[in-house]
C-alpha cells in the first residue's frame, strides 16, 4: 500500500451526515439535521470484500485487484498505526459482516467510520438482491442534529 496518500475527507454530498475527525478515535459519523426512526442515513457498495478470517497475502491479492480511487479510500481508513501489515489493519479495525451468519465481510468508505457504542442509535444491514448489493444504514430511534451516529458492533 502506498503511504504517501493524503489524508482528505471526501463531502459525502448528503444531508443527513458529515465526517468529522474525533479525538483519540480517528472520525465519527455524525448527523446534519434531526433523524427519524427508520431514516435510510447511507446506502453504499463495499469497497471490498473478503473471508472473514483472510490472510494478509489474500487481502493483498484483492486489494491489487481495486482502481487506484478504491484503494485511496481504503487507505483513508487506516486510523492509527499498527505493529500489524496496514491493510489488515484496516480490515480488522473497520470490515463489517456482510451478513448475522456470513463468512464474508466488507469494507465501506462511509460507514465504516461509523463509531461502536452499546447504546446505539443506528444499525447497518446487507441487502443482496438481484445482483445488487448494499448495506445500509437505518436510524435505530429519533437522533438530534449534531449527535454522533453510533453502531452497536455485537
Known sequence: ??????????DPQSDLFV?????GKGFGMFAKCDLQCGTVIVCE????????YS?????EAIYDKLDSETKRRIHFLLASQTRKHPLVGICDTNSIPLAYDSNEKGLFYYISMVNHSCESNTF????????KQEMKLIADRRIKAGEELVCSYI
Open 1 to 10: 500500500m502506498n503511504n504517501s496518500i493524503e489524508r482528505v475527507i471526501d
Open 19 to 23: 465526517i468529522k475527525p474525533i479525538d
Open 45 to 52: 457498495k463495499p469497497l471490498m470484500k473478503f473471508p472473514s
Open 55 to 59: 490472510s494478509s497475502i489474500l487481502l
Open 124 to 131: 447497518w444491514i446487507w441487502f443482496d438482491y438481484n445482483n
